[in-house]
């Protein structure tokens, strides 16, 4: 990698894993065997963890290569693997995005098909980093580790929504946000509100109200309910019978 061309994000994170990398003895230097060390190995991707009797004894690692720019190079395999023996595995990352129903998504990758945050069809090649081309869907956007995978740093997500963010502008200020032709939604969302028994605000705002009501009894500053279920069966008979809190 040509580290003094890379942003300053991807350069800071990769002196530090550079740095700890290095080992701290010499080669041939007697080390306790307590000393505590760590080794980087890039490009690996796990395939399958070995067990014997329940218990882990070593973990096959796909070995990859990168293709395409330096800047936003993909990993692919390269059908050669390894194999460590080991009987401690430790998931670090984990995070996968879950498909919605009705959208495209992207399987193998964890993320919706997308050209620079609008959601697109998923067949054709990616034409920018953590996005794939297609033909983008009207008013459909996509944000986060679901645009891009699990992938960079705080600023690099940042910035991924910041772009996300002002294609949604840009359709507002367009018009293209509004109009006739917009499908009728509200009854929908309000019906998979009420399934998912979500609290509204206002709700929220009536379980606080009583709350404070019950502890001001008990000489406390609340006196929560110990049950979702009563709580939403309050809420809602509250609100059956007034708009504002009581």
Known sequence: MQLEKTDRPRKRMTELMMKQSVPAYAAGTDVDKNTKEFHIVFQRSPQEISVQDGVATGVTLQKMKLEGDWRTAKAVPTGETETIDCQLILRSIGYKSLPIKGLPFDIVRGVVPNVGGYVADADDSATSEGSQGGDKLARLYAAGW?????????????????????????????????????????????????????????????????????????????????????????????????????
């Open 146 to 246: 679901v645009k891009t995978g699990p992938v960079g740093v705080i600023l690099s997500t940042m910035n991924a929504a910041f772009e996300t963010a002002d294609v949604i502008i840009e359709d507002f200020n367009s018009g293209r946000l509004t109009g006739k032709d917009l499908p009728k939604a509200d009854s929908t969302i309000d019906e998979l509100l009420g399934e998912k028994k979500v609290v509204s605000f206002d709700d929220w705002k009536r379980i606080e109200a009583e709350e404070i009501h019950r502890g001001q009894l008990l000489s406390k500053p609340f006196e929560k309910f110990t049950s979702t279920a009563e709580m939403l069966q309050w809420a809602t008979a509250i609100a059956s019978n007034s708009d504002t809190p009581t």
